[in-house]
């Protein structure tokens, strides 16, 4: 069973009269900064002037500086920028001010598990990943509650590292529903098979395999949506409150019969050894191999496969039978929504 921590196991004076910068002002960085800020820390925030999240953070309040400002005599650093442009942002501005014995964080453990980033040894390595979007994370510590974090130490070069990030983690709200104890391998290699295998690439696919398959065998393309993507929220919103077995528990006796003998001839063993292949790509690091060489070269093949699955006739029928949901929030208020 995994380790968990609550407020009463936090020590919110781990942090006391600590100086901590927030690199980054997206989803994550955002929630991070106001909530350490209404825990009473001293918190300053580092962004690339003009960039997208500037204004917005202004208009919060913050007196605002490049990250390599914001940096220095920092004892705390937590690096939110999109982890794509993690690398250069700490070997140009951050790693110049890093003094032994302070610490540097992270929301994912990417940049620090494939090597992307090499931190030196006198300085602590940790993280606190929120499991939930930065707009999330900010709601629930203004109701009073939290989202439930994972947290992890790859260095302790002070001998304090944990106190440290579970009081960060506190301040933050995650010691309200409870914070569970991991390793950068495990955050990171899990994170990533869920996002490419279940939460994004498995469902997305799902859910365009199942559409086209109605479309093809001439249903209205309409009907197909609300059966293969509509409802889906209805469902995973059971699953979410109470698991699969709550979930059997709200759907017909039809729909259970269906699930139990149909759902694994479509997650057969074919898929479970593509599900290991993924794995395995990511347990190696050809896949970070890849995401990173393909970021480098311009990312070509990203945006090739992104634009064509913007243009999927799925896409088209989805706005025109939303537009017509009051109900639902239009795409714009969409911004801010993703986890990192």
């Known amino acids: 069973m995994a380790k968990m921590f609550w407020e009463k196991d936090a020590n919110p004076r781990a942090l006391e009269g ?58 705390v650093v937590m690096m939110l920028a999109p982890d794509t442009s993690q690398p250069p942002i700490y070997a140009n501005e951050i790693a110049p001010n890093l003094k032994a014995g ?20 006198e300085v602590d390595v ?50 309200r529903p409870g914070v569970i104890q991991t390793t950068f391998a495990e955050e990171t290699e899990t994170d990533l098979f869920g996002e490419q295998a279940v939460l994004c690439g498995g469902a997305r696919a799902l859910i365009q395999a199942g559409w086209e398959t109605l ?5 209205q393309p309409e009907s197909a949506y609300f059966e293969c ?3 889906l929220k209805l469902i995973v919103d059971l699953i979410y409150e ?31 050894q593509n599900m290991k292949k993924i794995l395995e790509e990511i347990q190696s690091g050809a896949f970070a191999k890849e995401w990173v060489a393909e970021n480098k070269a311009g990312r070509p093949l990203y945006t090739k496969l992104l634009e064509k699955d913007k243009n999927h006739p799925i896409e088209a029928v989805g706005r025109e039978l939303r537009a017509q949901m009051s109900w639902i929030k239009p795409e714009s208020t969409a911004a801010g929504r993703s986890k990192k």
């Open 102 to 121: 302070s610490m540097l964080m992270f929301s994912h453990g990417f940049n620090i598990h494939y090597g992307q980033i090499t931190p030196p040894k």
């Open 229 to 231: 993507l509509h409802e």
């Open 242 to 272: 109470g698991g699969i077995a709550e979930m059997h528990k709200f759907v017909s006796e039809t729909a259970k019969y269906g699930d139990l003998t149909r759902g694994n001839r479509v997650i057969d063993d074919h898929v479970r």
């Open 18 to 75: 600590k100086r901590i910068a927030v690199i980054g002002y997206g989803s994550q960085g955002r929630a991070h900064a106001l909530n350490l800020r209404d825990s009473k820390l001293d918190v300053v925030v580092g962004l690339r002037r003009g960039g997208a999240s500037w204004t917005q953070a202004e208009q919060d309040g913050w007196k605002l500086s490049a990250p390599i400002e914001a940096s220095k005599g920092a004892d």
């Open 215 to 219: 479309v093809d065998a001439g249903y």
């Open 126 to 175: 940790t993280m606190v990943a929120p499991k939930g979007p930065g707009n999330l994370v900010r709601r629930q510590f203004e109701a009073g509650r939290g989202v439930p974090c994972l947290v992890a130490v790859q260095q302790d070069a002070s001998g304090h590292a944990f106190d440290r990030t579970l009081a960060y983690a506190h301040a933050i709200g995650g010691t």
